[in-house]
């Protein structure tokens, strides 16, 4: 099975990559995005532009029938600029990517949302994340996987890349709390680790699929 994941070298997609270049049932892994996975180059990884992936057509369409797909594609409007921009991210490039995937014969796609995600939400950020479920609902796949992590944590010595400062502190109070209530139940439920949400993902899509 060839597998293709687009945001190979954010916090989760990155983890994504790591699983599916070991996994017995794959093949292949096409990284899609604009710079490369950070994980060690292996001949089972190939990385691609958005635009190859929707220019190569003749390439793919023969070989990507089966496929299963992984969008773990996101930003913020901190880190995107503006409120135009980080739809181009989140909505645009995602709902782009999965209807490029379902048209070159993947019928397997796991997406990762928000907690929160709602089209009809009064919060920007939840509303955007609902309009992308809707849309990538709407495109027809057979098996679509939708998740939405809470805040998410790296694995240590493979956290985010780049500095998000909301997600930080964030980090930091879910920290300072779990310092006085270690055992307190609910403590779960405010994060999610990158490299247990991607094996979740891969084990729904291609393990229990």
């Not at 409120?83 to 796991?110: I, N, Q, T, W, Y």
């Not at 679509?144 to 998000?164: K, Q, T």
Request: proline fraction near 5%; include cysteine; hydrophobic fraction near 45%.
């Amino acid at each position: 099975m060839i597998a293709i994941v687009a945001g190979g070298s954010g916090l989760v997609g990155s983890e994504l990559v790591r699983l599916l270049i070991t996994h017995p049932k794959v093949t292949r892994v096409i990284a899609v995005g604009r710079t490369p996975p950070a994980v060690a180059p292996t001949p089972k990884l190939e990385s691609i532009t958005f635009e190859a992936l929707s220019e190569r057509t003749e390439r793919f369409e023969s070989g990507l029938a089966g496929a299963a797909a992984f969008c773990a594609l996101g930003t913020t409007i901190r880190k995107a600029g503006s409120r135009e921009e980080f739809r181009a991210v989140d909505f645009d490039l995602v709902v782009a990517f999965a209807r490029d995937a379902h048209r070159l014969g993947v019928r397997r796609f796991s997406l990762v949302s928000a907690t929160g995600a709602d089209s009809k939400s009064f919060i920007f950020y939840n509303q955007v994340k609902g309009e992308t479920e809707a849309a990538v609902q709407g495109i027809g796949f057979e098996r679509l996987d939708i998740h939405r992590p809470a805040l998410l944590v790296g694995a240590p010595g493979r956290e985010r890349r780049e500095f998000r400062r909301g997600e930080a502190a964030a980090v930091r109070a879910v920290s300072w709390i779990e310092r006085f209530l270690p055992s307190a139940p609910w403590l779960d439920r405010l994060r999610t680790p990158a490299d247990h949400l991607a094996q979740q993902m891969v084990t729904r899509l291609l393990d229990l699929g």
